[in-house]
């Protein structure tokens, strides 16, 4: 996160803090007569920001100033996308045949340890048929490899269709 923007966060979180704050103090204020601090100094009494006018008047500001504040944060983001955006692709279409070389060696990997937990699987498989309870056996099972649709066979799928191998 730029500087820029790590202090505008911060401006808002103070600001929240601020108008919590100022929430709750209205909220627990006594009820006193609902006119302007304009009113109140006509009549002669406190007009200062002590006052449950100048808590709210002071609300209104801050309300504003949030609101100014996560414009400006919007802002500087869409910039910062604006700016980053072009360097992404670049750098990843730099990456990208080395990338697909690294994932076409995973998934032989990958093809090559289904194949060994195929081999694993037929003990088991084996003992099922004759009817041996193959709890005792404790045999490993591999989610990852079972069944037609397994988590492998849609990882090769994503491969493809990215792109990254043919």
């Known amino acids: ?5 790590a202090l505008l966060h ?6 929240a803090a601020e108008k919590l704050e100022l929430q709750e103090e209205l909220a627990n204020a006594p009820r006193s007569a609902s006119y302007s601090s304009n009113v109140a100094a006509l009549i002669g ?32 983001e ?6 980053i955006s072009p360097a992404s692709v670049s750098a990843c279409n ?6 697909g070389k690294r994932v076409a060696a995973f998934i032989e990997a990958l093809k090559a340890a289904k194949a060994a ?5 037929e003990v088991p498989d084996a003992l099922e048929r004759e009817g041996a309870q193959i709890g005792y056996l404790q045999p490993v099972r591999v ?10 066979t849609r990882l090769i799928a994503e ?8």
């Not at 911060?10 to 600001?15: D, I, P, R």
């Not at 869409?78 to 700016?83: G, L």
């Not at 937990?117 to 699987?121: A, E």
């Not at 491969?159 to 043919?166: D, P």
């Open 1 to 5: 996160m730029t500087t820029r923007l």
């Open 10 to 15: 911060e401006k808002l979180g103070k600001l």
């Open 45 to 76: 009494e406190d007009t200062d920001a002590s006052t449950v006018n100048g808590k709210r008047a002071r609300l209104r500001e801050l309300v504003a100033e949030e609101r100014d504040v996560e414009q400006a944060i919007a802002i500087v």
């Open 78 to 83: 869409r910039r910062r996308a604006e700016r």
């Open 94 to 99: 730099a990456a990208r045949p080395e990338y």
């Open 117 to 121: 937990y195929d081999t694993l699987d």
């Open 143 to 152: 989610p990852f490899f079972a069944g037609n649709d397994n988590a492998m």
């Open 159 to 166: 491969a493809k269709e990215a792109g990254h191998v043919g």
